[in-house]
């Protein structure tokens, strides 16, 4: 048997970075760029998403050019157009909708909306094959879920934060550290050089609950630290560091392993920006091996944070399945999975 090989562009614009990416088959990559935003929101300590939709304009069509001539390859020979229609920054979302919806119009391509979220656990099929039923761990700067799935494209959510994000916490206590933007990297470096002496809580929350909750971790790093000022005591950063990631990992992997063994699951994919955390990774690697039935699949950095061959990749999925968005395709900034 021999089928045609089918190329999908993907277009992800829903937060900081500007992407564009050619994948075929929905497992190789043949192009991918990623115009990041990052220094211009540094200074204020997060995203500003008016800036983040300035940028979008000003780069879209650069980083779809950029792409087409990476992939040596005609808009003609595209088979879909794959786009992150949520959630995101409803701004920044806007951009990328619309130039996807403008090529496959001028070029009568088909058309997919994707969920930002399903990008990112399909980022995994450019490094191995997905196998059913998984769990994927999802943990950026905007999300924390554990999601399950039986087969392609069908998605439960069986956890999620109630209040922050991981990353967003990692990104608040480095703020109180006086730690640069994005944070997560910085408490990551500073954890392995530190102790964790420092008594923070876990938020557990009830019994068989898979739900996520770092605000309160958060307080009491913040609270913690603003004691010990106001006492004259020194705490050393680097164990505020090792104590605060000590604490985050414990919760994110034993929930993830309680799930896994709860829905037997064959492999757990681990995504987002957060996946970059060395603690986490370690400790997740390590915990995986009471369960030998089940695979472990990291991407490579570049793959978990934010990018456009994820959107294409799980894309394609979806355009297999027939799924079509029309011309009435819109941001949708708190699309449901
Ligand atoms: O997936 P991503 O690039 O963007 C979103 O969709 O949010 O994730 C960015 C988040 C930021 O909060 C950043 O601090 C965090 O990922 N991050 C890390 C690490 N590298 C990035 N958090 C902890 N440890 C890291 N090594
Ligand atoms: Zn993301």
Redesign the pocket.
């Known amino acids: 048997m021999s089928e045609k090989d089918i190329f999908v562009l993907g277009i992800e614009t829903?937060?900081d970075?500007t992407a564009a990416a050619i994948v075929k088959n929905g497992r190789e990559i043949v192009a991918n760029v990623v115009a990041s935003q990052m220094e211009s929101h540094q200074r204020f300590g997060g995203v500003v998403p008016e800036i983040a939709s300035r940028h979008h304009v000003e780069q879209i069509t650069l980083v779809l050019e950029e792409t087409m001539k990476q992939a040596n390859m005609d808009v003609s020979e595209i088979d879909a157009i794959a786009v992150t229609e949520g959630p995101g920054l409803v701004g920044a979302l806007l951009i990328g909708v619309n130039a996807a919806k403008a090529l496959a119009f001028a070029h009568r391509i088909p058309l997919v909306g994707v969920h930002?979220i399903a990008g990112?656990i399909y980022a995994n099929q450019l490094v191995q094959d997905m196998k059913f039923p998984l769990l994927a761990l999802v943990v950026?700067?905007?999300?924390t879920e554990l999601i399950y799935m039986k087969e392609h494209g069908v998605f439960e959510v069986i956890g999620e934060t109630r209040d922050d994000?991981?990353?967003?916490a990692?990104?608040k206590v480095?703020r109180a550290l006086q730690l640069p933007y994005?944070?997560?990297?910085h408490?990551?470096r500073l954890a392995k050089q530190g102790k964790p002496t420092i008594d923070l809580p876990r938020a557990w929350l009830e019994e068989g609950s898979y739900d996520f909750s770092f605000s309160g971790l958060k307080s009491a790093v913040i609270n913690t630290l603003h004691n010990a000022k106001q006492r004259g005591e020194t705490i050393l950063p680097e164990d505020m560091a090792a104590s605060f990631q000590t604490s985050v990992v414990e919760v994110l992997v034993g929930k993830t392993i309680q799930a896994a063994a709860h829905y037997d699951v064959k492999q757990i994919l681990l995504a987002?920006?957060?996946a970059?955390?060395?603690g986490?990774r370690t400790q997740l690697q390590k915990q995986v091996e009471q369960l030998p039935e089940v695979e472990l699949v990291i991407p490579p950095l570049s793959l978990?944070?934010?990018n456009a061959a994820m959107i294409a990749a799980a894309g394609t999925v979806l355009f297999q399945q027939g799924k079509r968005a029309t011309m009435a395709l819109n941001a949708n900034p708190s699309l449901l999975l």
Do not use: K, M, Q, R
Not at 140 to 143: A, T, V
Not at 165 to 168: C, L, N, Q, T
Not at 182 to 185: L, Q
């Open positions: 829903s937060c970075e930002h990112h950026s700067g905007g999300h994000a991981a990353g967003e990692y990104d480095a994005p944070g997560g990297p408490i990551d987002g920006g957060v970059a955390n060395e986490l978990c944070t934010d």
